[in-house]
């Protein structure tokens, strides 16, 4: 073995302890949530307290405004705010890295999407996500999903397009080219390996924005309705009793900012350790 793989070994080891670490928190929360409606030991729509009550015996979190239990309303309201999150992300990121790399092997078509992004940035994204979810046939989340992502690709674009800008000049670049590759072997096989850390970065910011963008359209009733259990719909719900049982708004909260600070140090934590395995490949 060679004295290069050996320190590349040990920094393997010293690596990873500090990558779970920020890791584990997400990973726990996503499972909890997506196992959530397995969970709850009662039903989230059929009252078991008084409305408002406070935590006791009969409701770890107590109750909400119709009496219903708060903790198990809590655990079925993350998965669908996860799984629409996830798309978003998904598909913001599989965008705007496609056309990011395309962008900068084609000034012709570069400039065209700079211009469409410039003119979607402009865009306010509560007025965009109104008017598609007032505009789709039946309103919900499938149209509060795909304004998120419409509303997301232009920033993303910009962000990939400046990060592969340099290497659409590097010498490999000017290789690949004068043997005859075409501009989707540029795009897929040279840039893009080289964009891994900022890709993944990129997918856990866009997570963040998705959880944010789906839990505001939630909180002004543009995607679930009641009596959907959905964290966002819960403390608009809630709002009027926070100072009877401040659980059935607190909770909830909690649950959305910590979904979104978790995932979003995860994929902090594993950009770097992607970017060292693209270098040392």
Not at 37 to 57: F, I, M, Q, S
Not at 175 to 183: D, P
Not at 248 to 256: E, T
Request: hydrophobic residues 55%.
């Amino acid at each position: 073995m060679t004295a290069t793989a050996v320190l590349d070994q040990r920094s393997a080891r010293r690596t990873w302890p500090r990558i779970l670490l920020p890791v584990a928190p997400a990973v726990l929360l996503v499972l909890t949530a997506v196992l959530g409606p397995a969970l709850a030991a009662r039903p989230v729509d059929k009252p078991v307290t008084a409305p408002y009550a406070e935590a006791g015996a009969e409701a770890v979190l107590g109750g909400d405004q119709l009496g219903r239990d708060v903790l198990s309303r809590l655990l079925n309201g993350g998965s669908a705010l996860i799984g629409n999150a996830l798309i978003v992300a998904l598909a913001v990121t599989a965008l705007a890295t496609l056309l990011g790399c395309y962008a900068v092997l084609s000034p012709r078509l570069g400039r065209l999407i700079e211009r469409a992004s410039d003119t979607a940035i402009l865009l306010p994204p509560v007025l965009g996500i109104m008017l598609l979810a007032l505009a789709w046939p039946g309103g919900g989340r499938p149209a509060i999903t795909l304004a998120a992502i419409g509303l997301g690709t232009p920033y993303a674009v910009r962000i990939v397009a400046s990060a592969a800008a340099p290497l659409a000049g590097a010498g490999f670049i000017e290789a690949a080219v004068a043997s005859g590759e075409g501009t989707t072997h540029l795009a897929l096989r040279e840039i893009l390996p080289n964009l891994r850390a900022v890709v993944l970065a990129l997918f856990g910011l866009r997570f963040v924005d998705g959880v944010y963008v789906i839990s505001m359209a939630g909180f002004l009733q543009l995607g679930p309705q009641p009596p959907e259990a959905d964290w966002a719909l819960m403390i608009r719900e809630n709002s009027p009793g926070i100072l009877l049982n401040p659980w059935a708004v607190v909770a909830p909260g909690l649950a959305i900012g910590l979904l979104a600070i978790s995932v979003n140090l995860a994929a902090n934590a594993l950009a770097p350790a992607t970017a060292r395995r693209s270098a040392l490949r």
